[in-house]
């Protein structure tokens, strides 16, 4: 059964900063690309960081500069370090492959002005 478990998601001021992890079963993220997606309220689900098996990574304008993927394939496990968040990266924010696949439950994002 795949899964993928999101966590670190939470309440933060603006100019804070959280750290997201995604724990995914099997070795999903050690041969393909993996990325993060948020989705906020009346808007469509986009990918925001995607990390590729070779290296390479992957950002959205919106998060150049501040956001930051890793992964630690050993564990399966997928991270986002968010720095100077803003109240616009309030989302659900979800881990999955890319193109994604399976999507777990999502871990909740909201930055306060």
């Known amino acids: 059964q795949v899964q993928r478990v999101e966590s670190g998601g939470g309440l933060v001021q603006a100019g804070g900063s959280l750290r997201l992890s995604c724990a995914a079963s099997?070795?999903?993220?050690?041969?393909?690309?993996a990325g993060w997606y948020r989705q906020a309220p009346g808007k469509e689900r986009e990918l925001v960081a995607a990390?590729?098996?070779?290296?390479?990574?992957y950002y959205a304008d919106s998060v150049k500069g501040r956001f930051t993927i890793s992964r630690d394939n050993a564990k399966n496990t997928l991270y986002l370090q968010m720095n100077s968040l803003n109240p616009e990266d309030t989302a659900m924010y979800y881990c999955?492959?890319?193109?994604?696949?399976?999507w777990g439950k999502g871990t909740q994002v909201t930055v306060s002005s």
């Open positions: 999955s492959a890319v193109p994604a696949d399976y």
């Open positions: 099997g070795s999903i993220f050690r041969f393909n690309a």
């Open positions: 990390s590729h098996s070779g290296g390479d990574t």
